[in-house]
C-alpha cells in the first residue's frame, strides 16, 4: 500500500510536468524528462541519508535500552554467580536477528561470558556495529555483615547491526527509483504522443490555411500581427517574417479622422465586409474586403481577419462599367433624335398623321422615353458604384424640398387620379444635412411608385418622424403592396414586384436600386413596410443638421 501510495504520488507529479510540457514549443522532451528523473533521484538520495541517519539513531536507542535492561536483571544472577540463570537471560535477551554481540565483562575487562554468535562472522563489517555498554553493580552485604550499595562488578555491553534496515532502506530505493523509471517511461511515451498529435493537427492546419487563396491573418487586442498565411505575403508583397509583429493599420487604408492611438478592435469591426483598399509592399494599393473573428487562446483574445482580394473582380468591374458606359452614351445620342423626330410628328409639324399612324407613334414615342429612363438610370448605377456622382452637402430645410417634389409629381398623380396630401403638417425648423437635388431625387421616385400603385381614387400621404439626430421621410400609399415572397429583393438591381401589374405600369426596376445606392451615400437608411392589398410605405432616414 506505501508503494502503491509512492507510485501515484510520482505519477501525479510527472502528470503535472506533461500539462506544462503540452505548452512548450522549443525545448526538447527528452531534457525536460531528464530534469524530472534528477530531481527525483536527487530527492531519493537526500531522503536515502536522512533514513540511515535515523536508523543509526533507532539503533542507538535500541542498544542503550538492551544494555541498561540487561544490566539491571543480571545483578542477582551475577552476584551469586549463577552461570545457568545468567546464560538463559542472555540468550532470551539476544533473541533478535539484529543484536551480533552479547558480553558480559569483568571488572578487570575480562569476558565473564559472552554468546556463542559473538564469535562468528555475520552480515556486514564487524567493526560497524553499533555498541552500547551498561555498568553492572550489587546491592547487599559483605561477609561481616556491612551494607554494600551499587558496587561495581563488571558491564554488559550490547552490539547491534543495522546491516537489515539499511539493506531494506536500499531495496525499497531501488524498488521506488524502478518505478519512477518506469512512470518516466510512461510519461516519455504519452508527452511524444501528445506532442506528435499537436503537431500532426498543426501541420493539417498549417496545410489547410496556406492552401487558401484567401489572406488569413490573427492579430492581438492592439491590432499587432502574431501569425498569417502564404497568400497574406502574396497579397501585400511582405515575406512572412515581415508581416510578424505589424501594425495591421500599416496594411490596410482606413478613414481615419480620430487619433491613430484611439483606433482599436471596435473601430476595425466598422470595416468589416465593406471594400476598402489594403497597402502592399511598394505602396501600390489593392482592392480587398475582410471578416473578423475571435477566438479565446489562454485566457487571451486572438482575432482572425479572412482577407479576399478584390484586383481581379475590381478590373472586370470596371471594365464593365466602362463599357456599360460607352454603350449608355452611344445608344442614347440616336435615341434623342429618335425620340425628338417622333415628337415633330406627333405634333404635326411635319403634316397631318392619319389616326392609325398616330396610334403607332405614340407606341413609338412612348417606348422611346421609357428606354431614355433606363439609360439614365444605368448611367446613374455606374457612376454612383464607381464614386463620379459628386454630392453637395448643405444644411437645407425640409419642407420646401418636399413641397417641391409634391409638386412635379402633379401631373404624374393626375393621370391615375391619386391625391397627394402632407399629413399631420411639416415643421419649418426641421433642417436636413443632405444633398438636395439626390434627395429631391430619390423623394420623386418614391412618390411616383406610390401614385403608381395606388388604386384609382386613392391618396398618397407624405409625414415625418423627428428624432434626436436625424429626421424619417415617410410616404405612404395604400395600394397594391408588396407580396412578401418579393419583399427581401425589393432593393435588388431590376426588382420588379410582378411581372403583369408592373410591366402595365412601366418601369425599369432600377429605381429603388438607385435610391438605396444614394441615401447610403448621404449617410442615411431606406426601408419599407407593406401588405399585399393594403398599401406600402417607404421611409427615407437623412442626417439632422446639428
Known amino acids: 500500500m506505501a508503494n502503491y501510495q509512492k507510485i501515484k504520488s510520482i505519477t501525479d507529479i510527472i502528470k503535472g510536468f506533461i500539462e506544462k510540457i503540452k505548452t512548450l514549443e522549443n525545448i526538447s522532451v527528452i531534457l525536460v524528462l531528464s530534469f524530472v528523473a534528477t530531481m527525483l533521484i536527487l530527492y531519493g538520495i537526500f531522503k536515502y541519508i536522512d533514513y540511515s541517519n535515523t536508523i543509526k539513531i533507532e539503533t542507538r536507542t535500541k542498544a542503550d535500552y538492551i544494555s ?17 540463570t545468567i546464560k538463559s537471560i542472555v540468550t532470551a535477551l539476544g533473541n533478535d536477528e539484529e543484536i551480533k554481540e552479547l558480553q558480559l565483562i569483568n571488572v578487570d575487562n575480562s569476558i565473564i561470558y559472552e554468546t556463542s554468535y559473538s564469535k562468528k562472522t555475520h552480515p556486514g563489517n564487524k567493526n560497524n556495529l553499533i555498541y552500547a555498554e551498561a555498568p553492572l553493580v550489587k546491592d547487599g552485604v559483605d561477609e561481616v555483615g556491612n551494607p554494600i550499595e551499587n558496587q561495581y562488578i563488571g558491564s554488559f555491553r550490547v552490539g547491534i547491526t543495522n546491516y537489515y534496515k539499511e539493506k531494506n532502506l536500499v531495496k525499497e530505493f531501488v524498488y521506488s527509483l524502478f518505478w519512477v523509471l518506469v512512470a518516466l517511461i510512461f510519461a516519455s511515451y504519452s508527452i511524444s504522443e501528445i506532442l506528435k498529435q499537436e503537431k500532426n493537427s498543426k501541420d493539417r492546419v498549417s496545410a489547410i490555411l496556406n492552401n487558401m487563396a484567401d489572406s488569413v491573418i490573427t492579430i492581438d487586442e492592439n491590432l499587432i500581427i502574431k501569425t498569417c498565411n502564404l497568400a497574406t505575403e502574396k497579397v501585400f508583397g511582405y515575406k512572412e517574417n515581415e508581416l510578424i509583429d505589424m501594425n495591421l493599420k500599416s496594411l490596410f487604408k482606413f478613414d481615419i479622422k480620430q487619433d491613430n492611438k484611439k483606433f482599436s478592435i471596435k473601430e476595425l469591426r466598422t470595416y468589416v465586409n465593406k471594400e476598402l483598399f489594403g497597402i502592399k509592399n511598394d505602396k501600390t494599393e489593392v482592392p480587398i474586403e475582410f471578416n473578423l473573428g475571435t477566438i479565446d487562446m489562454n485566457n487571451e483574445n486572438i482575432y482572425i481577419l479572412v482577407i479576399r482580394d478584390f ?20 445608344l442614347r445620342t440616336p435615341l434623342t433624335s429618335i425620340k425628338a423626330s417622333l415628337e415633330l410628328a406627333l405634333t404635326g409639324v411635319l403634316g397631318t398623321v392619319p389616326d392609325k399612324m398616330h396610334e403607332v407613334l405614340d407606341i413609338a414615342h412612348s417606348n422611346s422615353k421609357r428606354l431614355n429612363f433606363l439609360i439614365n438610370d444605368i448611367l446613374d448605377i455606374n457612376k454612383i458604384s464607381q464614386g463620379k456622382i459628386d454630392f ?36 419649418d425648423d426641421i433642417i436636413v444635412t443632405a444633398d438636395k437635388n439626390r434627395l429631391i431625387q430619390i423623394l420623386v421616385n418614391l412618390i411616383s411608385n406610390a401614385i403608381k400603385f395606388s388604386h384609382n381614387g386613392g391618396n398618397v400621404h407624405i409625414y415625418v418622424e423627428e428624432k434626436e439626430r436625424s429626421v424619417i421621410i415617410n410616404v405612404q400609399d395604400y395600394g397594391i403592396g408588396i407580396p412578401e415572397h418579393a419583399q427581401n429583393k425589393i432593393f435588388k438591381k431590376f426588382s420588379q414586384v410582378d411581372s403583369s401589374s408592373t410591366r402595365a405600369k412601366g418601369g425599369t426596376g432600377l429605381g429603388l436600386y438607385i435610391n438605396k445606392m444614394l441615401v447610403e451615400r448621404m449617410n442615411g437608411k431606406i426601408s419599407f413596410v407593406s401588405e399585399e392589398n393594403k398599401g406600402s410605405t417607404f421611409s427615407v432616414e437623412v442626417p439632422k443638421a446639428l
Do not use: C
Open 68 to 84: 541498561e535492561l540487561g544490566s539491571l536483571i543480571l545483578r542477582e544472577p551475577l552476584w551469586n554467580y549463577d552461570m545457568e
Open 392 to 427: 453637395d452637402f448643405k444644411n437645407l430645410p425640409l419642407l420646401p424640398i418636399i413641397e417641391e417634389t409634391i409638386e412635379q409629381n402633379l401631373d404624374y398623380a393626375k393621370q391615375y387620379n391619386v391625391g397627394i396630401e402632407i399629413k399631420d403638417g411639416i415643421s
Open 311 to 330: 484586383t481581379e473582380r475590381y478590373e472586370v468591374d470596371r471594365v464593365k462599367n466602362e463599357f456599360v458606359s460607352i454603350v449608355s452614351h452611344e
